[in-house]
């Protein structure tokens, strides 16, 4: 008997959404797909076959002003601005779902790239600038005003779950 393989490969999307601080009205909403780098991809294959015992986990998310084009090669955002403490993390079904709040101050202006840091091999994300295993990197242009919050969730899941 043949076995028939079924490629799936795993996705992320990066969800802005930008809120007034005061009346909490919704200024704008985003969802971009990303690409997960060759390190994120390398180490969850390690934890998968239990070569890397370190826990693999998101642990930051990360807003920059790069326009560079994201690569798969990437180690770290073309400028890291601002990083945040995941505020919440959760799995259902197939999907992790892992979000940071940004607060009214924390970062204004244009960003150009979302990342997601964490902790993978040797490498420990930390709330220093450009820490951590960069596990995905994408392009944007969210533009967050003073007076404004960011809402940031990474949602990284299989293609054909």
């Known amino acids: 008997m043949q076995i028939k393989e ?18 909490g009205e919704t200024k704008s909403d985003q969802i971009m797909r990303n690409l997960i ?8 294959a390690q934890q998968l076959a239990g ?7 998101i642990r930051h998310l990360v807003v ?18 601002v990083r945040e403490t995941v505020s919440s993390a959760n799995e259902a079904g197939a999907v992790a779902s892992i979000s940071a709040f940004f607060a009214s101050g924390d ?4 960003a150009r790239e979302f990342g997601a840091y ?6 420990a994300s930390t709330f220093a600038k450009d820490t ?4 995905s990197h994408v392009a944007t ?11 940031l969730t990474y949602r990284v899941t299989c293609q054909e779950c």
């Open 6 to 23: 079924i490629p799936i490969g795993l996705f992320g999307e990066y969800r802005a959404v930008v809120h007034d601080s005061i009346t």
């Open 37 to 44: 780098t060759t390190r994120g991809l390398r180490y969850t």
């Open 51 to 57: 070569v890397n015992t370190n826990e693999l986990q």
């Open 64 to 81: 920059g002003t790069s326009s560079t084009a994201p690569s798969i090669s990437d180690t770290k955002l073309g400028f890291e601005s």
């Open 107 to 110: 970062f204004v202006g244009t």
């Open 118 to 123: 964490g902790d993978g091999g040797d490498t």
């Open 132 to 135: 951590g295993m960069l596990f």
């Open 141 to 151: 242009t969210t533009t967050v005003s003073v007076g404004q919050t960011l809402t």
